[in-house]
């Protein structure tokens, strides 16, 4: 204090403040910060014995890191000669921007598609009788639709150019959720521009770190990104095994047991799909919803394959199984497959659907969906309600393929006769490598016969549980019996060809 009051009354003395003597600044600064020491002192005190012991000792670590750092890289340094850094960058070789690639990789060898997918399709300069691409209706060739795209292309340009949040939003857009909304008989819908991002984005938006999620482990890769996402603690249970399912929730409820605390604020989810991409193969609903409602469970349905066509009236799954539609919490689907525009779209309860529209990543950071598509996802629903019948034909179409189809002497067909998804298996088991490379030559030479087939890829490394190689086959509503028995024809005698 008495430091303080000197230097003070020194400071403010007039002949020490206008002289001009260098020294005498100097000594007027000094004087200065001794005149605030003291509070600065305190305030110090202050901090540290307000701080916690665990944050000064990891203050103070960091500190001296960074003066290990500073002196280590000063000190440690290697000095070289002007002739040792010469001979440095000659003998300098970069590493290389693409890593060494198998000559015989697949992506050395890509098909190319040109003209129009449709009906038939022209691959590698083949003209093929498509049974590759997932235009389970034939809407891809319906003209009434195109002409509405190509109004819309007029009316709003080709795209929205921003989020549906900020300035994305047409009235095509709403007008789609509207109608969505009023088709599947629900509160509300939420339209996403790409079909991964829409489940991929409606899982992570409810499900957090603390969460259980019960789930199919056959499910598609963008369900299995939304569980990633999710962070939630995942429980796999077998292929529509519903006596696995329930020993999961058996153990589920025995682990709240032991913590009632934790399981009060333990969300579950259960997630499947109406029919399985990886398998063709239907979800037993029935069974779900009643181990939904016995465990009190939040259930999600990925419906990409079954809407449009499963159901009457292409409702999807919940109207095949005359399940009423509020005991799914959440549906989600993509419009990209029968639907044959872009996009995605969930639908449920105000509520749920209201919460994607500030979490759904999907949502609020992607450009919104093109004006001219979403005119198309319309005038695709337009087709819904006025030709209910091209359902039962899809069904009828689905069946002969199926029955068709179960006799090849060397593949083994997988999935459910109604899907319009199915698999081909080799019937008698390799390695992964050498089934791989038998399906692409089976492949290739049905391609060369005219037929359009492909391989199911998987990204290996990154599949919770990559499925077996396949050949995925797709039926469509616009296949006539006689070019089903003669694609049965090319792929018998391919495959005969290749595995004798």
């Avoid at 199919?216 to 696995?244: C, P, T, W």
């Avoid at 081909?424 to 791989?436: I, R, T």
């Avoid at 492909?454 to 499925?467: D, S």
């Amino acid at each position: 204090m008495v430091l303080k009051q000197f230097s003070y009354k020194f400071i403010n003395q007039r002949s020490f403040i206008q002289g001009e003597c260098v020294h005498c600044k100097a000594i007027k600064s000094l004087l200065r910060v001794m005149a605030g020491a003291p509070y600065i002192l305190n305030e110090i005190d202050r901090i540290i014995r307000n701080t916690p012991l665990y944050a000064l000792v990891l203050e103070a670590f960091l500190l001296l890191s960074v003066i290990w750092l500073i002196l280590y890289k000063r000190n440690g340094r290697k000095r070289y000669t002007s002739e040792e850094e010469e001979a440095l960058i000659l003998s300098f070789e970069p590493e290389a921007l693409v890593a060494e690639v198998d000559k015989n990789h697949p992506a050395l060898k890509p098909r190319m598609v040109s003209g129009k997918v449709g009906k038939y399709i022209v691959v590698n300069g083949y003209t093929c009788l498509n049974l590759s691409t997932h235009n389970y209706l034939g809407l891809l060739e319906d003209e009434k639709i195109l002409e509405d795209a190509v109004h819309s292309l007029r009316k709003y340009g080709v795209g929205s150019c921003g989020p549906r949040g900020f300035y994305g939003t047409v009235d095509v857009h709403l007008e789609l959720e509207e109608r969505l909304a009023k088709f599947m008989g629900t509160e509300e819908a939420v339209v996403y521009s790409y079909g991964f991002s829409t489940v991929a984005s409606a899982i992570p938006a409810y499900s957090k770190r603390t969460d259980v999620i019960f789930v199919d482990e056959s499910v598609n890769f963008s369900i299995q990104k939304g569980l990633d996402a999710s962070r939630s603690k995942i429980f796999y249970y077998k292929h529509n095994d519903m006596a696995d399912l329930e020993r999961l929730l058996v153990e589920q409820q025995k682990r709240d047991l032991k913590n009632p605390s934790k399981a009060a604020k333990t969300r579950r989810f259960l997630v499947a799909e109406g029919i399985y991409m990886n398998t063709g193969e239907i979800c037993p609903l029935p069974e779900l919803v009643a181990l939904r409602s016995k465990y009190k469970l939040r259930l999600f349905l990925d419906e990409s394959i079954s809407f449009g066509t499963l159901g009457k009236t292409g409702h999807g799954l919940t109207e095949y199984f005359n399940v009423d539609r509020i005991e799914v919490d959440l549906i989600c689907a993509g419009m990209e497959w029968a639907v044959a525009s872009i996009g995605g779209f969930c639908v449920g309860s105000s509520f749920i659907v209201e919460h994607q529209r500030l979490s759904g990543l999907g949502y609020c950071f992607s450009a919104s969906l093109p004006p001219l598509l979403t005119q198309a996802a319309i005038s695709a629903l337009d087709r819904f309600e006025t030709d209910p019948q091209i359902f039962s034909q899809l069904e009828s179409i689905s069946r002969k393929m199926h029955l068709i189809f179960s006799k090849f002497s060397k593949l083994t067909l997988r999935g459910n006769e109604i899907s319009p998804v199915k698999h081909l298996y080799l019937k008698h088991s390799m390695n992964v490598e050498e089934e791989q490379q038998i399906l692409a030559k089976i492949a290739d030479k049905c391609i060369e016969n005219n037929i359009a087939l492909i391989e199911a890829h998987y990204l290996e490394a990154l599949e919770k549980l990559p499925p077996k190689p396949s050949l995925r086959v797709t039926s469509n509503l616009l296949l006539t019996d006689k070019e089903l028995n003669a694609a049965f024809e090319v792929i018998e005698r391919v495959s005969n060809g290749i595995l004798e």
